[in-house]
């Protein structure tokens, strides 16, 4: 365990925890949560975002959190947040891509598959 001292060596004298306000909008790390992409690198690294419910305490955050994530306790340290980026450019709103459709449905279509690697 770091006693007083080196605790004050690592921590710069400027340091600010962010502040966040409830009812903004932040992201939680993803680092402890199984994610169904098949590769932890290419997956997100943050979640989010999710609305700010209260403020338990100096350096804990309570969450709204959706449904789907109904076994995770809602209050995070604020080591594992980040706050939401507004943009920068005003009026400036890119819409996701539109999906391919293909007999009323999204799809895509695959020309060939180049390797395959089946691991039994």
């Known amino acids: 365990m770091l006693n007083v001292d080196t605790k004050l ?11 966040f306000k409830i009812g903004s909008h932040i992201y939680f790390k ?15 690294k943050f ?5 700010t419910l209260a403020l338990p305490g100096t350096h804990s955050v309570t969450l709204w ?6 076994a995770v306790h809602p209050v995070f340290h604020i080591s594992m947040l ?3 980026i507004l943009n920068l450019i005003p009026n400036c709103v ?3 891509p539109l ?4 007999n009323d449905e999204p799809g895509f279509e695959i020309s060939e598959i180049l390797d395959s690697n089946i691991d039994n």
Do not use: C, R, W
């Not at 060596?9 to 502040?19: A, D």
């Not at 979640?47 to 609305?51: D, E, N, R, T, V």
């Not at 959190?65 to 109904?70: G, I, R």
């Open 99 to 102: 999906p391919i459709i293909v």
């Open 9 to 19: 060596l690592l921590i710069p004298e400027n340091y600010q925890p962010p502040e």
């Open 30 to 44: 993803a680092q402890f949560f199984y994610m169904t992409q098949p590769s932890k690198k290419l997956s997100n």
């Open 47 to 51: 979640l989010g975002p999710y609305k």
């Open 65 to 70: 959190l959706l449904d789907s994530l109904h």
């Open 82 to 84: 980040e706050p939401t």
């Open 94 to 96: 890119q819409p996701p």
